[in-house]
């Protein structure tokens, strides 16, 4: 990947002397220090340089290629790619696979002839890339764009859109003074994909943190497990997450899978911070850029100008689980020589009174020193009215203090326009955030608090889809799937199977009254429905008459099962599935009739560890009811991850189970037990 990056030369196919083929040769020349050859049959010259008839033309070699050309030249112009030794080509043309049948053939076309001669293909249909810090500049946005993009910063954009990227990149530069290292723009991904460039920009130096906007994931296991062992944060905003889930009749888990639902779980095992729209994408990551190390929960000090404002951020601070910090003495005895005599200091604390005192800025440096070497305080979040006086803080001495003593400062800024741009330039330049919602402000905080690099997870485990086996569906009756998993270590009840009434009656005699008892039929997994699922059978009476009921619907096909009726406190769910995206993921969460009603169900690649099995029940929203509720005992956690562990590697040991549900899980005295299951295989079952 280091030759679309760092190219010794490039050829500019398609450049002109007008139009989009200018604006990339014009991009190319600001600061690429590189040889540039641009190729046009029309003309002898561009931008000062000999221009060539075609890519065989060149008389020296060229590691990369910007191709902007009309789609059915792709194939010819690549075939010569290939003859000149290029390295890489961006295809910034439109008219691939988005256009149709036609445009597919095309794409195919030019994949093929890449693959086959060892050129790596970045696009179509997209804007290129863009290297702030080194100048290098290769794309086709209009220079009323790329003349404002001049701050470089350590925060990557990948984004899959085009002409989106430019747009938002103008926006990031102009309007909110955030600078950038890399923006790179994928298009159609025919080949190069966010994997691709993750991988790149988890080793670029001048890269602290990604940020990505993706429609699509092309390699979703790979991707998470480059998310997993990535030392710079990722954020991701995913679009596409409609309601287009997946649907399967004998499977709960894939029915409650979903396609927003098992993506957004997927990235949260690997670490990944979400996004829900494009600026909350760049503050999360600004936040990140500049405070990668939040502790968790910290404790904040709250320096404002209003009262109003400083009750707002407190209710903000516990809504989102951060803590408001309770002032030492010290602290308290010097604000209170800054402060009138008949105002106690607090925190929030209100500055409004002191400022009239002695002056806004004053008040607020004084105030910032006393506030940040209180050793009860984490972080300092200040209110700052901004544009109003002449003399504004001293950011770069603010944000030296503030590595002193290892407290990160954020801002909520409001104010006149021009102030409040020139006081997020400086704030930029020196790494303090600025936000302009307050609700936005504490969501990164809480985010940023979230992501310990020094607690990252274990590595997700690796998946080819080759590993799944293909065959014809065979769907397992409970009692045979219980055998299988009991025998991988999953807990599952006490049960025997019955013939006839006698030997359903001799059955629960072994096992005790009262108990349960189901009619199995071939290829049913769904008995409640047939109304074959009898609870409480507590005597002989009761159980003969249920168990003829059940032998006159099977009707000879089937047989009969009796089961240790066991009490639980509440019901969990637990599920296998193949996906065609993730590979083998694993599924758990409340059972019964919040598992339809309300989904609390989470997802996690398989297998897991004892680790991850016990961070994915963490990630379950009702902790309260695992944590024990009303007198029920709290779920054992490490017997519960303990099952998760067992599930996921019975199923990915044995690559012709296609799915797998546990429903219910009972808990019994905080014990996980499997009260019925259902395996569906695409092969004979180890």
């Not at 990604?210 to 998470?224: C, D, H, T």
């Not at 299988?484 to 059955?507: C, S, W």
Request: proline share 6%.
């Amino acid at each position: 990947m280091d030759f679309f990056f760092n190219p010794r030369s490039v050829t500019v196919v398609g450049a002109s002397d007008k139009g989009p083929g200018s604006f990339l040769l014009g991009n190319l020349q600001r600061g690429y220090q590189g040889k540039v050859f641009p190729v046009n049959p029309n003309y002898q010259e561009l931008g000062g340089l000999p221009c060539y008839p075609s890519v065989d033309a060149i008389p020296e070699p060229v590691d990369l290629a910007l191709l902007l050309i009309p789609a059915t030249l792709a194939p010819e112009t690549l075939t010569a790619c290939v003859k000149r030794g290029v390295k890489g080509a961006i295809i910034q043309s439109a008219g691939f696979a988005e256009v149709g049948e036609k445009g597919r053939e095309l794409s195919h076309q030019a994949l093929e002839i890449a693959r086959q001669g060892g050129l790596r293909l970045w696009g179509p249909n997209c804007m290129g890339l863009v290297d702030v810090p080194n100048k290098r500049f290769f794309t086709l946005m209009q220079p009323a764009i790329t003349n404002v993009v001049n701050m470089p910063g350590s925060i990557s954009l990948v984004v899959q859109s085009g002409m989106l990227s430019a747009g938002f990149l103008a926006d990031l530069m102009s309007r909110h003074s955030i600078g950038v290292a890399k923006v790179c723009s994928l298009g159609n991904k025919l080949d190069v994909d966010e994997c691709d460039v993750l991988e790149f920009l988890m080793a670029d130096p001048e890269t602290k943190v990604v940020a990505m906007y993706l429609e699509s994931l092309k390699r979703g296991r790979r991707f998470i497990e480059l998310a997993s062992v990535s030392p710079k944060p990722v954020v991701v905003l995913k679009s596409g997450v409609s309601q287009a889930g997946a649907k399967a009749a004998l499977s709960h888990t894939a029915s409650l899978a979903g396609n927003a639902r098992l993506t957004s779980n997927m990235l949260a095992a690997a670490g990944v911070v979400q996004a829900n729209d494009f600026h909350q994408m760049m503050d999360m990551a600004l936040t990140l850029n500049s405070y990668p190390s939040l502790p968790e929960g910290g404790r904040a000090a709250v320096i404002t100008f209003s009262g109003g404002a400083g009750i707002l951020t407190c209710d903000l601070l516990e809504r989102y689980g951060l803590n408001l910090a309770e002032l030492s003495p010290a602290t308290k005895q010097g604000l209170a020589e800054i402060f009138p005599p008949w105002m106690p200091p607090e925190n929030p604390v209100d500055l409004f009174p002191a400022m009239a005192r002695m002056g806004r800025v004053v008040a607020l440096e004084k105030a910032c020193e006393i506030v940040m070497a209180d050793p009860e305080v984490d972080l300092v979040v200040f209110h700052h009215l901004i544009g109003v006086e002449p003399k504004e803080m001293d950011i770069a001495t603010l944000k030296q203090r503030s590595l002193e003593t290892g407290k990160p400062v954020v801002f909520w800024g409001l104010g006149l326009e021009q102030g409040v741009a020139a006081f997020r330039r400086q704030a930029h330049e020196n790494g303090v955030p600025v936000y302009g919602e307050l609700s936005r402000l504490v969501e990164c905080l809480a985010q940023a608090s979230r992501w310990q690099p020094e607690q990252m997870g274990e590595p997700i485990s690796g998946w080819t889809p080759e590993e799944a086996s293909q065959g014809e569906e065979t769907v397992y009756d409970e009692h045979e799937s219980k055998l299988m998993l009991g025998e991988a270590g999953v807990p599952v009840v006490e049960e025997k199977t019955a013939n006839d009434v006698a030997e359903a009656l001799t059955a629960a005699q072994e096992l005790g009254f009262p108990v349960v008892l189901k009619g199995l039929a071939p290829g049913v997994v769904h008995k409640t429905e047939m109304g074959m699922v009898r609870l409480n059978l507590d005597d002989e009476a009761k159980l003969k008459a249920a168990a003829r009921e059940f032998l006159d619907k099977l009707a000879g096909q089937g047989c009969l099962l009796v089961q240790r009726q066991a009490k639980g406190d509440f019901e969990l769910i637990v599920g296998f599935m193949r996906d065609a995206q993730f590979g083998p993921v694993i599924m758990v969460g409340l059972g019964g009739v919040l598992a339809e009603l309300e989904p609390d169900v989470v997802f996690a690649p398989a297998p897991l560890t004892q680790n991850q099995a016990l961070a994915l029940l963490g990630r379950i929203r009702n902790q309260k009811l695992l944590d024990g509720f009303r007198g029920m005992a709290p779920l054992d956690r490490e017997c519960m991850a303990g099952m998760l562990v067992s599930l996921g590697h019975l199923c990915t040991e044995d690559s012709s189970i296609k799915q797998v549900d546990l429903n219910p899980v009972l808990t019994c005295q905080g014990q996980p037990l499997a009260v019925d299951a259902s395996v569906v295989s695409t092969g004979p079952a180890v």
